[in-house]
């Protein structure tokens, strides 16, 4: 079904759009800073990445795990990176993408935010996860794409469904399943690093768990409430200000809390 949300969901006063355009390239700048300030002020405090792939034991005359390190990344630059892409995406729709950006949204969609959000937050969950202990190869390339099969589910939910009483809400469904995924194999390493190796993992870590869990459920609230027309939600440029502010709030929060961690130099 195509989306055909009218023009009563969006408010279509110049002014307003204007307004958001200067909110996109204020909060662009935010974001620039931080990234910069991230990458300058960091240590070199980096994580392992490894992989467990099967190796043929001449021994055992079997084939047997073997677990090897084939390099360490740092947490710094990766950091930077997801307040760069957001303030990369700032940039573009409020400058030379801003045509297409208004014309989105006159229909009640976004595609910039949900192409941003799909590289930016899953950057953020391979972060949380390497911090909890997910060092796989493997399992980071997974957690990055089911997260970012979660954005784009967003973005199916706006291109082809309408808001009002008859929403289909199938890709919004599905996209919550895929999200959770990243998220419960986090906390199955989180839980499990204290019970089972008798080691305690960092406070900050926990905060974070906590912290970003809640924003990202958050993110959803705010679609059901644009889709729901709930309250000053009826107008989707008020759902599209609180994304923008939603991004910029959960990014930084995640910056600062793994930088007093991890990357306070010392």
Do not use: C
């Amino acid at each position: 079904m195509k989306n055909d949300a009218t023009e009563e969901t969006v408010e279509t006063d110049d002014s307003k759009f204007s307004r958001l355009r200067f909110y996109n390239f204020g909060m662009g700048i935010l974001h620039l800073v931080q990234g910069i300030l991230m990458f300058i002020l960091s240590s070199d405090f980096s994580l392992p990445i490894s992989t467990l792939y099967l190796k043929f034991n001449v021994e055992a005359t079997s084939l047997t795990q073997n677990l090897q390190t084939i390099g360490n990344i740092r947490l710094g630059p990766l950091v930077a990176a997801f307040l760069f892409i957001s303030s990369f995406a700032h940039f573009f729709v409020s400058t030379i993408g801003f045509s297409i950006y208004k014309d989105d949204l006159k229909k009640g969609l976004n595609r910039a935010r949900w192409y941003e959000y799909a590289f930016s937050a899953s950057v953020m969950i391979v972060v949380i996860s390497m911090l909890v202990g997910v060092y796989d190869l493997s399992s980071l390339i997974l957690i990055f794409f089911l997260n970012a099969s979660m954005i784009l589910f967003g973005m199916v939910q706006e291109l082809y469904t309408a808001p009002g009483k008859d929403t289909d809400w199938r890709p919004f469904i599905w996209g919550s399943i895929m999200g959770l995924i990243p998220w419960v194999v986090i906390a199955l390493y989180l839980f499990g690093t204290e019970s089972t190796a008798g080691t305690s993992v960092p406070g900050f870590v926990y905060g974070i768990f906590a912290s970003i869990f809640v924003f990202f459920n958050v993110f959803a609230i705010n679609m059901i409430l644009q889709y729901k027309k709930v309250g000053p939600w009826k107008n989707y440029l008020f759902g599209e200000k609180v994304y923008i502010f939603l991004s910029l709030f959960a990014k930084s929060a995640l910056a600062w809390q793994v930088f007093a961690g991890t990357l306070r130099p010392m």
